[in-house]
C-alpha cells in the first residue's frame, strides 16, 4: 500500500547496489522521494547529488519524515550527515572497524531520533525496503510517539482552496458550507481550555477528529499539552472536548492545510495503530 503524505518533508538514506560500491551509503533531504531517487539513479545532470552520480543503482531504504518545514528537515540531514560537528551529537562513538556504513548510519540516528530538538517532533520511522530493516538497540528505542511504518510513500501537494470573490458570490452554498473545511479556522468561537471568544486574528488549533469542534487558542492548547512547563513545545496531548489523543505536529500540519478530507474513520485507525504500537512498546519494555 503506497502512503499519500501532504506537506512532506523527509530526510532519506540511499543503499547502493553497484557491485563496486555496494554498501556505500548517502543521507540526503527531500520533499519528494520517488522524483529523488530518479534523479540519483540518472545522474547529477538530472539533478542528482554528485557523490552518487554513476555509481548507482541506489536503493531509498530509509525515510524520517514529518518535519514541520525545510529548515528542520536540513539541519536534521545535515547533523545525520555530520554527526561528530554536531554540538548535539559528539558524544555518539564513532563508527566501529566491525560495524558497516549502513549499521553506523542507522547507530547516528536512532540516538538523534532521542536527541532534542528532534525529540520532540512528529516524526515517523519509514522503511520503504523492508529487507534492509535493522533493529533498535536496547536504549537506543524511538520515543513512544515515533511510530514505525514499512511501504512506499507518495508526497501531495497542499491544494490551495482560495477562491476569488467572484467564485464566492457565484457558489454562496459551498462557501457557506466550507465549515467542514479543516483548514478554515472558524472565528468567534470559544476557546475550549480558556473559555474566551476567538477574534478573527487569532491564531486557533482545531481537533484531527472531523465530528469534534474543539477550537483553541495556540497558546492554550501548548499549555495544556505540557506536563513540564520548562520544555517550549509539547508533544502530545488530549483533546479538552473529546479526549482523544493529539500529536502537537500533526494538529500544526492540519493548521498548514493537510488533512482536508480526513475522516473519522481515517483517524480512529490511525488512533488504533498508535495505540497498538504504544501497547508493544510497555509490554516489551514489561517483559525485559
Not at 523527509?10 to 533531504?29: A, H, M, W
Not at 549502513?102 to 512528529?122: D, E, I, K
Not at 492554550?220 to 520544555?231: E, G, I, N
Request: proline letters at 6%; one cysteine or more; glycine letters at 6%.
Amino acid at each position: 500500500m503506497v502512503h499519500e503524505i501532504e506537506d512532506f518533508y523527509g530526510v532519506y538514506l540511499l543503499y547502493c547496489l553497484n557491485p563496486r560500491y555496494k554498501g556505500k551509503t548517502y543521507i540526503g533531504y527531500t520533499v519528494n522521494p520517488n522524483r529523488r531517487i530518479k534523479q540519483h539513479n540518472t545522474g547529477a545532470h538530472a539533478g542528482g547529488a554528485n557523490r552518487t552520480s554513476g555509481r548507482g543503482p541506489w536503493d531509498m531504504v530509509l525515510i524520517i519524515h514529518g518535519f514541520p518545514n525545510d529548515i528542520s528537515g536540513l539541519r536534521f540531514e545535515w547533523a545525520w550527515q555530520n554527526p561528530h560537528k554536531s554540538r548535539r551529537m559528539r558524544d555518539v562513538p564513532k563508527k566501529t572497524y566491525k560495524e558497516t556504513t549502513f549499521q553506523y548510519s542507522w547507530r547516528v540516528v536512532c540516538n538523534m531520533l532521542r536527541t532534542p530538538p528532534w525529540s520532540g517532533l512528529a516524526l515517523t520511522i519509514r522503511w520503504l525496503k523492508q529487507e534492509y530493516q535493522l533493529e533498535f538497540a536496547v536504549g537506543l528505542e524511538p520515543p513512544l510517539h515515533m511510530p514505525v511504518v514499512y511501504g512506499p510513500v507518495v508526497s501531495k501537494k497542499i491544494r490551495n482552496q482560495k477562491k476569488s470573490k467572484k467564485d464566492e458570490r457565484c457558489q454562496p452554498s459551498q462557501a457557506s458550507s466550507s465549515g467542514s473545511n479543516k483548514s478554515d479556522l472558524p472565528e468567534n468561537y470559544f476557546c475550549a481550555v480558556c473559555c474566551i471568544r476567538t477574534e478573527k486574528d487569532d491564531i486557533t488549533l482545531r481537533c484531527l477528529h472531523p465530528s469534534c469542534s474543539m477550537v483553541a487558542h495556540i497558546i492554550c492548547l501548548a499549555k495544556s499539552f505540557l506536563d513540564d512547563q520548562t520544555k517550549l513545545l509539547p508533544i502530545e496531548g488530549k483533546c479538552p472536548n473529546c479526549r482523544a489523543n493529539l500529536l502537537w505536529g500533526e494538529l500544526v500540519r492540519q493548521r498548514n492545510g493537510c488533512y482536508k478530507n480526513l475522516s473519522d474513520s481515517a483517524v480512529q485507525q490511525n488512533d488504533d495503530k498508535a495505540n497498538t504500537s504504544l501497547e508493544t512498546d510497555n509490554a516489551d519494555s514489561m517483559n525485559e
